[in-house]
Nanobody, 115 residues
Framework: VQLVESGGGLVQPGGSLRLSCAASGFTFSNYIMYWYRQGPGKERELVAGISSGGSNTNYAESAKGRFTISRDNAKNTVYLQMNSLKPDDTAVYYC?????????WGQGTQVTVSS
């Protein structure tokens, strides 16, 4: 299983970023995918999840109305569109999945929201 995130960077408050996570090594279309984040000095927290077919999504309260999770099963890729970014969104963002009893994560991509 390999998960590779990209798309992070430095953005001003109010700005937008689109994160991508390319998956390989498993049948991507069979599994729920998640985005998590870990801010400085904080524990890793769930940001959003999307069902295997993409029809169902859920979000942390902090992400609702600003973030959108989506997936392209033909490209084995999950996305996180982040709008109206705030300094509190500064974190390393990870995509992840759970297969059988094992959890898998990518290496993460840094998002910094600062003026």
């Amino acid at each position: 299983v390999q998960l590779v995130e990209s798309g992070g960077g430095l953005v001003q408050p109010g700005g937008s970023l689109r994160l991508s996570c390319a998956a390989s090594g498993f049948t991507f279309s069979n599994y729920i995918m998640y985005w998590y984040r870990q801010g400085p000095g904080k524990e890793r927290e769930l940001v959003a999840g999307i069902s295997s077919g993409g029809s169902n999504t859920n979000y942390a309260e902090s992400a609702k109305g600003r973030f959108t999770i989506s997936r392209d099963n033909a490209k084995n890729t999950v996305y996180l569109q982040m709008n109206s970014l705030k300094p509190d969104d500064t974190a390393v963002y990870y995509c992840g999945t759970k297969i059988m009893l094992a959890r898998y994560w990518g290496q993460g991509t840094q998002v910094t929201v600062s003026s």
